[in-house]
T-cell receptor
Framework: AQSVTQPDIHITVSEGASLELRCNYS??????LFWYVQSPGQGLQLLLK??????LVQGIKGFEAEFKRSQSSFNLRKPSVHWSDAAEYFC????????????FGTGTKLQVIP | DAGVTQSPTHLIKTRGQQVTLRCSPK?????VSWYQQALGQGPQFIFQ???????QRGNFPDRFSGHQFPNYSSELNVNALLLGDSALYLC???????????FGDGTRLSIL
């Protein structure tokens, strides 16, 4: 069965500082990997996805993530955080192919201080 | 281009009642998935519909049922509501089940 672990429940960073959110997954083959962001009272917005190819993927809002198969990780990074990045971030894994369910982690809440 | 729309936005019910939530997929999408997101948790997959049939189902009891209409819109029905059913219910749509999915803003269901 596929699963996702986000070890950090809550992270606080200063505006302008760099950010790294951790994600480890469990899946038997090469997975589809995603990072979503959720603002309070909102649905999920896709930041970026990994399907295959280049292991460093670029997303929206200046985010990037690196797929490391040997570590079963897909960490999210941003070089300089803005106050508007404060939200909850979810890592997710899905099987390749159509009609596959997606399994989410429990999320990391990001707080940005001035 | 309309995204995924869900109704209602908020709903309050009491234990034992039944509820129906509605979802219209993004234009051009034909596959709808439903997720339950309890407070402080990540979304949990309930089920997925394509061509008006349930394609996959997560670990949810039969009290949770769904339907997809010919126009691809979908309903989630929950019977015999429990306090633990209080959650944000998210609908996601995609084209022929392909990733990534697009999510709506959800329906907040509160059970008293």
């Amino acid at each position: 069965a596929q699963s996702v672990t986000q070890p950090d429940i809550h992270i606080t960073v200063s505006e302008g500082a760099s950010l790294e959110l951790r994600c480890n997954y469990s899946y038997g083959a090469t997975p589809y990997l995603f990072w979503y962001v959720q603002s309070p009272g909102q649905g999920l917005q896709l930041l970026l996805k990994y399907f295959s190819g280049d292991t460093l993927v670029q997303g929206i809002k200046g985010f990037e993530a690196e797929f490391k198969r040997s570590q079963s990780s897909f960490n999210l990074r941003k070089p300089s955080v803005h106050w508007s990045d404060a939200a909850e971030y979810f890592c997710a894994v899905g099987a390749q192919g159509g009609y596959q369910k997606v399994t989410f982690g429990t999320g990391t809440k990001l707080q940005v201080i001035p | 281009d309309a995204g995924v729309t869900q109704s209602p936005t908020h709903l309050i019910k009491t234990r034992g009642q039944q509820v129906t939530l509605r979802c219209s997929p993004k234009s051009g999408h034909d596959t709808v998935s439903w997720y339950q997101q309890a407070l402080g948790q990540g979304p949990q997959f309930i089920f997925q519909y394509y061509e008006e049939e349930e394609r996959q189902r997560g670990n949810f009891p039969d009290r949770f049922s769904g339907h997809q209409f010919p126009n691809y819109s979908s309903e989630l029905n929950v019977n015999a509501l429990l306090l633990g059913d209080s959650a944000l219910y998210l609908c996601a749509s995609s084209d022929e089940g392909r990733q990534p999915q697009h999510f709506g803003d959800g329906t907040r269901l509160s059970i008293l």
